[in-house]
């Protein structure tokens, strides 16, 4: 009698398996320019991130990463190199996989003093593209744009691919993303602490995802 619950569930599981499958979306999104729509996007914050990488000590790379990224995308493929895009990343939910190093990064400085890193109420950080030049297959380009952070304004250029398009799913609107990857030096921007046990070179990887509006 006891085998029966573990078959009868496993029978269960059998049959509903496929039924999931029917239920699920399939891949919605394909790596086709054809199927981007012009007109102005906004950033999905839910499946938008900004991913950071330092060096630490010479041991191993560490990783953290910015979410909740707002802003609008610019797009006519008619004209992709008039694309534009601004985004705002919201520097207080940054994250790592450390609760003591997360609290590292948003502490207040010793006795009123500068913070080590953000401190408890950074601004903001924001970047404002300013060219977009596009390769001869115009699947990837170098963006440059204006990168403010800790309240200094640097230019910053991102290696940027398309990723796909399509309509989502769920709330069916077109969609586009794509994948970004850059370097900056972090000591441009007032961000000192450390270096070089942990590197200045902070190297970034975007993942961006934008609906139409």
Do not use: C
């Given at each position: 009698?006891?085998?029966?619950?573990?078959?009868a569930?496993?029978?269960?599981?059998?049959?509903?398996?496929?039924?999931?499958?029917?239920?699920?979306?399939?891949v919605?999104?394909?790596?086709?320019?054809?199927?981007?729509?012009?007109?102005?996007?906004?950033?999905?914050?839910?499946?938008?991130?900004v991913?950071?990488?330092v060096?630490?000590?010479?041991?191993?790379?560490y990783?953290?990463?910015?979410?909740?990224?707002?802003?609008?995308?610019?797009?006519?493929?008619?004209?992709?190199?008039?694309?534009?895009?601004?985004?705002?990343?919201?520097?207080?939910?940054?994250?790592?996989?450390?609760?003591?190093?997360?609290?590292?990064?948003?502490r207040?400085?010793?006795?009123?003093?500068?913070?080590?890193?953000?401190?408890?109420?950074?601004?903001?950080?924001?970047?404002?593209?300013?060219s977009?030049?596009?390769?001869?297959d115009?699947?990837?380009?170098k963006?440059?744009?204006?990168?403010?952070?800790?309240g200094?304004?640097?230019?910053?250029?991102?290696?940027?691919?398309?990723h796909?398009?399509?309509?989502?799913?769920y709330?069916?609107?077109?969609?586009v993303?794509?994948?970004?990857?850059?370097?900056?030096?972090?000591?441009?921007?007032?961000?000192?602490?450390?270096?070089?046990?942990?590197?200045?070179?902070?190297?970034?990887?975007?993942?961006?995802?934008?609906?139409k509006?």
């Amino acid at each position: 009698m006891r085998r029966i619950a573990p078959l009868a569930a496993l029978a269960i599981a059998i049959v509903a398996v496929p039924t999931v499958i029917a239920q699920s979306p399939g891949v919605a999104g394909a790596r086709d320019k054809t199927r981007v729509a012009a007109g102005t996007y906004a950033a999905d914050p839910g499946h938008t991130l900004v991913v950071w990488e330092v060096d630490h000590f010479g041991f191993s790379r560490y990783s953290g990463l910015f979410g909740d990224v707002t802003g609008t995308l610019v797009i006519d493929p008619a004209n992709p190199a008039a694309s534009k895009v601004d985004v705002t990343i919201p520097v207080v939910k940054v994250t790592t996989a450390s609760a003591g190093l997360t609290g590292h990064l948003l502490r207040a400085g010793k006795d009123g003093g500068k913070p080590d890193f953000f401190g408890p109420a950074p601004a903001d950080a924001k970047f404002v593209s300013t060219s977009v030049v596009l390769d001869d297959d115009g699947d990837e380009a170098k963006v440059t744009g204006n990168l403010t952070l800790n309240g200094v304004t640097k230019a910053v250029t991102l290696d940027v691919d398309f990723h796909g398009a399509g309509t989502n799913p769920y709330n069916k609107k077109a969609t586009v993303g794509f994948e970004a990857e850059g370097k900056i030096r972090r000591s441009d921007f007032g961000i000192a602490f450390g270096i070089p046990a942990v590197s200045d070179e902070v190297e970034l990887e975007i993942h961006a995802a934008f609906e139409k509006q």
